[in-house]
């Protein structure tokens, strides 16, 4: 065979196999894009919380608990309205459709609402679902799989005539100044790919308040961004009844005994104690009880119906956040007790806070060495947003802090976050 000739032969085998090779290609490509769509429409974030207990909230702040189902269309929740008389308990399934997702402001799943199945459960689909590759998750396959799906859908509303949304950020005013949460986006992010599987503080805007949530950034789908093992803190107001003798509320235990008010903190978070009511009079506290320990309350019991404390307990959980209404704005586990503390600031202040401002600036005056009312006037303005004049209040507590249940501990470690925070918003509006 001639040199032409073995050159020709070449030729045309190179002809037949890209021949060939040509709709192998494309059925790849056509699988790989088939993939990436049904990965868009199944949410990989939503369906980490399948079948386990859950807290739904939604726009309006209405709370809904009950086991989770994912289906195409949407999320089922079921649940048991409670017995009534002699009625037995009704089993409810809530039907939420896709389309409603934009309402929810969260999705809860509390660790200590888990049975000890369900904890192990959780624990194994957590260490699965982190990133296994180190620095090389950029690599995973999955990513450029959605990339392609992106880009095809990208493709088809422009053929269509149609601009291709693009994604942007809920820009909120608050104190002369704009706030930015809520990524608009619904597709693959390289920040967030860079962040998977490491701390992240997240941004989130619900029923008017603007709260910062530290969690391990597990996943994130087109709609969602699941955080695990966040902080999250829950005002409560607790009853307590002198004629029950003891009682409990999530981690904290409290009892009457000799006639003094004994607290027990059972979690591994701090907890944290705002206030007491007392028949008509309030007894501001501003304190704080370490994880797993017990202080006593020098209070007489009240001479008529119950005593009511208002605390924040701070549970596990973890967190699903809708994607338009939450940002990831830091990358940073913080230390200590400051990833749990989530004071939350109101962007447009209820009425009643209003009232609550007015007493505490009364008490203020009426008793201005008392410390524990400084902390909670702090408190309140720090909430507002008024962060200079909250500093002001803290740092007055602090000045009396012997006098403080705790010693000052809740307050010290408010005024570390609060400059932390003074030092975000100064670097944004800057």
Partial sequence: MSVVEGLMTFVVL????????????????????????????????????DGFPVT???????????????????LTLEYALPATGHNPPTPITYL???????????????????????QEQR?????????????????????????????????????????????????????QRRVLTGYAGDNVNAMLEANLGKQVVARHYANGFLH???????????????LARTPVTQRTEVHLQPEKGAGQEFSLRWGWQ?????????????????????????????????????FTLHVDPPARDDAVLTARIIREADVLLPRHRAIVRYAADMPGHLAALDVSVALTPPDENDAEELRLRREMKQHPTNPAIAAALARHLYQKGNLGEAEHYYKKALAEARRLPDSGRRVQLELTRLRMDREDEGALSS
């Fill in 123 to 175: 624990s194994a689909q957590l260490d699965a679902a982190s990133p296994a590759w180190g620095d090389k998750r950029r690599w995973r396959p999955g990513q450029w799989i959605d990339r392609l799906a992106e880009q095809c859908i990208a493709l088809a509303v422009r053929l269509r005539g149609r601009p291709f949304p693009k994604p942007g950020f809920q820009s909120l005013p608050h104190n």
């Fill in 96 to 118: 939420h459709y896709q389309a409603e997702w934009r309402t929810l402001n969260a999705i809860y799943r509390f660790e200590d609402e888990l049975s000890k199945e369900e």
């Fill in 258 to 294: 000799n006639g003094q008010l004994e607290i027990r903190n059972l979690s591994r978070y701090p907890l944290l104690l705002d206030h007491i009511q007392l028949d008509d009079k309030v007894r501001d506290l501003s304190m704080m009880i370490a994880e797993e320990s017990v």
């Fill in 212 to 226: 910062r949530h530290q969690g391990l950034l597990i996943a994130y789908s087109r709609y969602f961004l699941f």
């Fill in 56 to 74: 739904l909230e939604l726009e309006d702040g209405s709370r809904r608990s009950g086991v989770l189902r994912i289906n195409a269309d949407g």
């Fill in 14 to 49: 190179f002809f037949w196999l890209i021949l060939l090779a040509a709709p192998v290609a494309l059925i790849a490509l056509a699988a790989l894009l088939l993939i990436g769509l049904l990965r868009r429409r199944r949410d990989r974030a939503i369906r980490l919380l």
